[in-house]
């Protein structure tokens, strides 16, 4: 059972673009949300997280919107740039001691074409 | 930068060999975990460890075993390695439960 839907599985955006993933949750105790960026050959990286004590966090291009109400986070990223294709991951965790773990979506493959 | 290091980037191992994937980070970090990544899976988590000598399973630990015999090592053993264990296996380390994960670069195992 995946606690984490993410959307779409791929996507592509011309450059200039904004480019637009989208989480939903169902466990209302998830209180740490991440993104993260993976590209060919590499392990995924922290790009941005939030809490859900905000509803924007916004860091140069990338922004991640949160509606606790709807269940739903998703990340923005403006004036795609070709270097921003790689996998997406959007990701949810609860407090839960030593065993805070990630629930991770599917990941989502952004190409930006020139 | 913290560092995560996998040792090996590719391996090819036969049916039924023990395998052994090593992980390293540099940082000092309390919590390492290995993940295995297939198409459209996503990331499994497959162990973790909060400390030295101390372990959990994740969600697909079968097949699998982990050892954490000092803070910055973390290995993961296939005890009989199956065509089916065929995947990209990723070691990570958080240095605290409310932190970001660092990522090694992956090992891509094939089993044949």
């Known amino acids: 059972q995946q606690q984490v839907k993410q959307s779409p599985q791929s996507l592509i955006v011309q450059k200039g673009g904004i480019s637009i993933i989208n989480c939903a949750y169902e466990n209302t105790a998830f209180d740490y949300f991440p993104w993260y960026q993976q590209f060919p050959g590499k392990g995924p990286a922290l790009l941005i997280a939030?809490?859900?004590d905000v509803s924007e966090k916004k860091e140069g291009r990338f922004t991640i919107s949160f509606n606790k109400s709807a269940k739903q986070f998703s990340l923005h990223i403006m004036d795609s740039q070709p270097g921003d294709s790689a996998t997406y991951f959007c990701?949810?965790?609860?407090?839960?001691?030593?065993?805070?773990?990630?629930?991770w979506g599917l990941g989502t493959s952004l190409a930006v074409n020139p | 930068d913290v560092k995560v290091t996998q040792s090996s980037r590719y391996l090819v191992k036969r049916t039924g060999e023990k395998v052994f994937l090593e992980c390293v980070q540099d940082m000092d970090h309390e919590n390492m975990f290995w993940y295995r990544q297939d198409p459209g899976l996503g990331l499994r988590l497959i162990y973790f460890s909060y400390d030295v000598k101390m372990k959990e399973k994740g969600d697909i630990p079968e097949g699998y075993s982990v050892s954490r015999e000092k803070k910055e090592r973390f290995s993961l053993i296939l005890e009989s390695a199956s065509t089916n264990q065929t995947s990209m296996y990723l070691c990570?380390?958080?240095?605290?439960?409310?932190?970001?994960?660092?990522f090694g670069s992956g090992t891509r195992l094939t089993v044949v």
């Open positions: 990570a380390s958080r240095e605290d439960p409310s932190g970001g994960y660092t």
């Open positions: 939030i809490r859900p």
């Open positions: 990701a949810a965790s609860c407090n839960a001691g030593n065993n805070r773990k990630l629930i």
